[in-house]
Nanobody, 119 residues
Framework: QVQLVESGGGLVQAGASLRLSCAAS????????MGWFRQAPGKEREFVAR????????YYADSVKGRFTISRDSAKNMVYLQMNSLKPEDTAVYYC????????????WGKGTLVTVSS
């Protein structure tokens, strides 16, 4: 079992930055791939970004490309999401997720952290 705990959410104005953190309880094959997803009010959960074990392969949703950066410190079992130039449409609950394979669905999910961007 892998437990994921997100932190760093909050209320910011449009154009501001936030850094989300995700702490994984263990390092296993199930944390080979780490990612961030989000769910806005009244909408389905959507993919934001993912990163491989070594941290040198990343992939982003078009909506955040160039503004968000995912990174990880595998030695500390931590994953981060640096969010710059935030927009009101980025308002959502952000979830950290972990999985064993790049091409498969995530196996473990955190409880989420709320990010609210005011205009």
């Amino acid at each position: 079992q892998v437990q994921l705990v997100e932190s760093g959410g909050g209320l910011v104005q449009a154009g501001a930055s936030l850094r989300l953190s995700c702490a994984a309880s263990v390092r296993t094959v199930s944390t080979n791939v780490m990612g961030w997803f989000r769910q806005a009010p009244g909408k389905e959960r959507e993919f934001v970004a993912r990163i491989n074990w070594g941290g040198f392969i990343t992939y982003y949703a078009d909506s955040v490309k160039g503004r968000f950066t995912i990174s990880r410190d595998s030695a500390k079992n931590m994953v981060y999401l640096q969010m710059n130039s935030l927009k009101p449409e980025d308002t959502a609950v952000y979830y950290c997720a972990a999985g064993s394979s790049w091409s498969q669905t995530m196996d473990y999910w955190g409880k989420g952290t709320l990010v609210t961007v005011s205009s």
